[in-house]
């Protein structure tokens, strides 16, 4: 699926010529659940995308066609929108309530939308759902919303219509993404920096548990409200400390009585997890993969021990990753429970490690891998009609 197929299918049902976006997926080299701790994060945009075609239709009524497997519809009045059972279209609705939270006024359109970001895969369909939706009715309105302004909107949109409270890393990267580059949020500040990433010397592979854990939006909440809960004692003792972020080691290990193992483990993982970040980003700037490497497999171990959102599957594929030539690091990557690996490797060991991984995911579980391999591209964009035609 792609613009110009999305293209041609608007003009088939409708007659006339949309407006298009392309919203991409993202990959997030180092910071797992730091977002939401007011910490950093050094995610990038992926050359995996979800694409909008969108236009006005002059009447009440929004018309969302899902143009997928499925090719699911759903018709509602623009005038009362509110969460049902298609879940794909509570993402959608999320959007449209946030432009009339602020005041603008939403009249009816058609909008069809597909791409090839893989679902529950953890490269954040969602968040490209969000984000590109909201880029594309900022542009039909002409309402000159900034691009913070959407992330955040879509950000909000994902914790009241889809229940997840996400920080704010996917938006950012979807909309914020920069070819050859990741990109380093300050998730307080809202301050970012770019660091180049080669994907030529480079490759970003992903591998696909293809694991979807039920489990994962609970567990994401549950994870969110435990790291508040140790803000909380924390602050009580320190008054400098407003999240995760300002708290020190000796600090946290000063506390364990107060704050209880199991709080104690996930605000240790998110103080180490923080600094680490930190060291990735000067191991960038300065070429130096191995240490990049090092510090995603310690990201990983403290996911898995720690912060407890690891599964077998996913330790598995980080395990084998460990053990195959060229390989700089390995971990999980997003909320958990399920969904990709990201791997660094050099270029020419690339096809022994892909080959590596399937066997030892077929030898040790009996399942069979999805490998792909990524680039990192410009955030959300209209795609220019023109290009295409
Ligand atoms: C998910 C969330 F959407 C992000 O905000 C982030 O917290 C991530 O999990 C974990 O780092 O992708």
Request: with cysteine; aromatic share 8%.
């Amino acid at each position: 699926m792609d613009a110009e197929l999305l293209s041609a299918e608007f003009h088939r049902r409708f007659g006339h010529a949309p407006l298009l976006v392309r919203a991409p997926g993202r990959i997030n080299l180092i910071g797992e659940h730091t977002d939401y701790n007011l910490g950093f994060v050094l995610p990038g945009a992926i050359d995996r995308a979800i694409y909008f075609a969108i236009a006005c239709n002059h009447q009440q009524e929004a018309r969302l066609i899902a143009y997928d497997d499925q090719q699911d519809t759903l018709i509602i009045p623009v005038s009362s929108v509110t969460a049902g059972e298609k879940q794909w279209a509570n993402y959608l609705l999320g959007v449209i309530a946030q432009f009339q939270q602020r005041g603008i006024l939403v009249p009816g359109f058609d909008c069809i939308f597909g791409g090839d970001i893989p679902l529950g895969a953890g490269l954040s369909s969602s968040a490209a759902l969000c984000c590109g939706f909201a880029f594309a009715l900022n542009h039909l309105l002409d309402s000159g919303l900034d691009e913070l302004t959407l992330a955040k909107m879509a950000q909000s949109a994902e914790h009241t219509y889809a229940g997840v409270r996400t920080g704010l890393m996917d938006q950012f990267a979807s909309l914020f993404g920069k070819a050859g580059h990741v990109v380093r949020l300050d998730c307080r500040s809202l301050d970012y920096d770019y660091y180049p990433f080669d994907t030529a010397a480079c490759n970003i592979v992903l591998c696909n548990s293809g694991v979807k854990h039920s489990l994962a939006s609970t567990e994401y909440n549950t994870r969110r409200r435990e790291c508040e809960q140790g803000v909380d004692v924390l602050k009580r003792h320190y008054t400098e400390v407003s999240s995760l972020r300002d708290v020190t080691l000796a600090q946290l290990d000063a506390q364990l009585e107060h704050l209880g193992p199991v709080i104690y483990k996930r605000c240790k993982y998110v103080v180490e997890e923080n600094h680490r970040v930190e060291a990735a980003s000067q191991a960038l700037n300065e070429s130096d993969l191995t240490t990049v490497g090092q510090l995603m497999f310690a990201s990983h171990a403290g996911l898995r021990d720690e912060y407890e959102v690891s599964c077998c599957e996913l330790d598995v594929l980080v395990e084998a990753a460990r053990h195959l030539p060229g390989v700089f690091g390995a971990r999980m990557m997003g909320g958990g429970f399920g969904g990709c690996t990201i791997n660094l490797v050099t270029p020419e060991h690339v096809p022994a490690f892909e080959r590596g991984m399937k066997e030892a995911y077929q030898r040790e579980l009996g399942l069979s891998l999805e490998t792909y391999h990524t680039v990192l591209v410009d955030g959300v964009s209209r795609v220019d009609q023109d290009l295409i035609a």
